[in-house]
């Protein structure tokens, strides 16, 4: 038996999955100030009708991590870069808390100008005498060369044993320093928190006998062992919308070209299914307006749904961006977008007198209660369909680097319409008339997202990098750093071979050893280096990842 | 403030031959280095895709032998395309400038195509110039070509337009391919001193290239009032390129392009790909998006080696003189050509396909027209590298043209569509957005 429990903004749910069926749900208010006990809560009220020692596993999508980004409450961290030539210092705009140190590397991983040890003592110093007890250290081209980060490290253990250090290196080997800066900040910052987090669970899964395997959701649809995530926060956020994409696709008909739409409360999130694979965020989550190098689904957030507010305000109708209360229908205040729908198509959701009851009022005399809930519906489906084809483009416009990816430039064909959430029911079929595609709304539709934790698949992916005439290679994650052995036959069957070898090696270390034969090369490239007219060297960069998916006892679900 | 629009298309499955110049590794630092800089995050920046050009788009430029198919690859459509987008996002005002970093390259073809010459097969801003023409009604462009080469082939395209202004600077034609742009090609009849060339010294350092931007290039620039300026950005007086001989820095070039303001850069040449590029195209990007590059300079850049030689400076500022005064008179003498001049003026030449090995044999007759800058009549013969023998006749009516001379240019095409001294007869008509041609062995008409 399978559980899986995503914390959302308003509701945390739980489902028990068993065999291709739901066996239990269950849904409570979340506690932001207390996750830990939310989280708590939902497990034992879905372990009340289970035998404990039939759980195999259980998965665990949180806000953790998401809220302490977005509420500034991390750890005091300081920032130290090693940035050498190219922008200038105010493009970094990253912590208040930011120093930087001399010294540079080129993109071949060469050393151009050594690490300013007596500076960085200086700067230790003043990060002593503020009180700060953590520090990042991120040097540009420290993914092809870690060495200077190491050094600064080596230094600090050394001299300044009390400060934690993490490296930029260690957490991603991609191109692109401000997000590797970013990141390696915002996994500092919510290192200690999140450690708390996993220690908590961690004694309480023992104290209520279970001893199954735990698993963290990743913003890209995989999951994490808990013991593992300990070293990186980061990956945790966003897995709220990464498990209603997890959950549609696990509802859907496999390789559609499909648009999810989670549709909840207040808020609506919607992803891209392409040949039923979800849509990555080209440039990574983007955390309080940052890029970072946490691989995520391209995943839009509207200020939207079934219980968002309708004024009429001197005739003018809005949809607002709040909610007051439930739908009327359901016994709320006043009415909302549910109430809308409920009246413009007879949906008989809830008691739909209300509805009508609560438009009528709110219609006032200058309009009837049709024409506004025409008007909301309007609304609705012109903004849902605005995000959607804005989407669409913005997919379509992914840059390209090679002829032959211009040339086989695709177009998107969207074939289905995927709702889940609770004011799906409402909303989707409508939205799904306009566009003139097929819907689907499965009957596990409301718990769509933690059933998508429930199931999902652990992911990895593996960068390599390699230059034979440097005769260095580095590979990520783990920012390790090599030599090769035999430069000049190197060819990419060798690189594609080590990338494989290091995904296994880090699968086994992860407890994921079983899904590591499931992986594919996203990424082969190999260039030739030229100087003068002859060839001085080959560089190659190998990409092998296991993709998101379905854990092997999912076989799908009944219908 | 409108973001400044990159469009980067570095061809990583394109190249002239594997260890030639033009090759998949070119731009692949330069890839490293903007993508480790994260620039392309910046709100400053906004990042476009690639497009692909029509054959169409190159036919209002060129007469390619025996047709466009023949003269690119699916890279050159791609690059030429690209060169088409970024153009498109500043006219429709989503951008306050923009920057193609494509490949391949293209400034040295010229009007007629037989072959590769310069690592070029299609000119990119001139397709990009008649585009906007055609598509957005604009009239007055300048193109000022900052590669160490002579941008040949745009010169020759725009020779006889007087609303085409062409400047290059780059490193003298005796000492470096293709040989020419010196002081005297100065424009055609009708369009004198709408071409100017400057041609610097081997050596030549920021000081005095920058001197020649700002005491003949600005002022010109000026006086000419263009609606569109474009930069046929080339990177190859860099102080390390290995084909040429320039000292010119990543400074320099960031300075050049924050004081020339381009509305649009079009990346051609700069062949240093691990020493100069990626630190040259970050100080465009910076230069052209308003952020402060002082802190951007080349690993190995030593300002000691960097020094001007007084006795060049002084040169320069001789054949600045001397050229701004040339653009200046330009009116009176165009004036005096009209009078003075036949009905025709005639041109022959010779041209040489450096990296195809194609000889072209070429006669041109242009219409001194007393209302418009007139037509082309072209004549070229050269053997393919497939051993085969191509006869062409071409007419090219300008944008510009006067009803007269365009009615005129047409019947040319007509009389000569049955003539068997040619395999193939071309119409290149820009007033009408018109291109065709006929194969006289086949007696069919191709219209695009």
Redo the contacts between chains.
Sequence with gaps: MLIGIDVGGTYTDGVVFDRGEVITTTKVPTDDNDIKSTVLQVLDKLLLQQDKSDITRIVLSTTVVTNLLATGKGERTALLLIPG???????YDISDDTFFLKG?I???GRE?DPLDEKGLGEVCDKIMAAGIKRVAIVS??GNRNDNLEKQARDYIKKHYPQLSVTMGSQISGK?????RATTAYYTAITSEEWNRFVDEIDRALTERGLDCEVHILKADGGTLALQVSRDMPCETVFSGPAASTMGALALAEAGMNAVVLDIGGTTTDIALLLDGMPLYAS?GASINQR?THVNAFAVRSIALGGDSSISVNAGQVAVENYRRDVAACFGGKSATVTDAFNCKFNLNIGNPEFSAAALEQLAGSGMSKDELSTTVVTIVINRLQDVITDMFKEW?????????E??NKRKFTLEQIIGIGAASRAIIPQLAETMQVNHLIHQYADVANALGAAVARPTLVVNLHVDTQTKIYTLDPGGVRGTLDNPRNFQLENARQMAKKHLQEVGKERGMASYTDESSFFME?Q????G????TGK?FDVGIQVTPGFIEEFKGVKI | MKPTGILFFPAFDWAISPTHPEREERLLYTRDQIFEEGIMDLPQIREYQPGLATDRDIARVHFCVPDVAAQITEAHLVSAGSALRIADAYMEGEIKNGFAIIRPPGHHSKTVSHGNRGFCNINNEAIMVEYLRQKYGIKRVAIVDTDVHHGDGTQEIYYNDPDVLFISFHQDGRTLYPGSGHMDELGGPLAYGSTINLPLAPRTTDTGILYALEHLIMPILEEFKPELIVNSAGQDNHYSDPLADMRFSAQGYARLNEMLAPDIAVLEGGYSVQTALPYVNMGLIMAMAGIDYSNLREPDYDPERMRENPANLEYIEKMVKRQLQVFRQREEQIANNRKTRDRFHHIHKQIFYDTDYIHEDQSVQLRLCPECAGFRLIESTAQHRNGYYYRVYCVSIPANACASCQAEARSGYTDMSGNDRYDLVYLQDRVNDDFRSIDIKKEAEKVL
């Design positions: 030539y190219g922008l200038p210092a105010d493009a540079g080129d993109f071949r151009l540009k081209f191109l692109n320093f401000p997000r440039k890029y379509e416009n992914e840059p390209a680097y090679k002829v032959w211009v040339i490239e260039f030739n280096m030229i003068g007219w002859d060839r560089l």
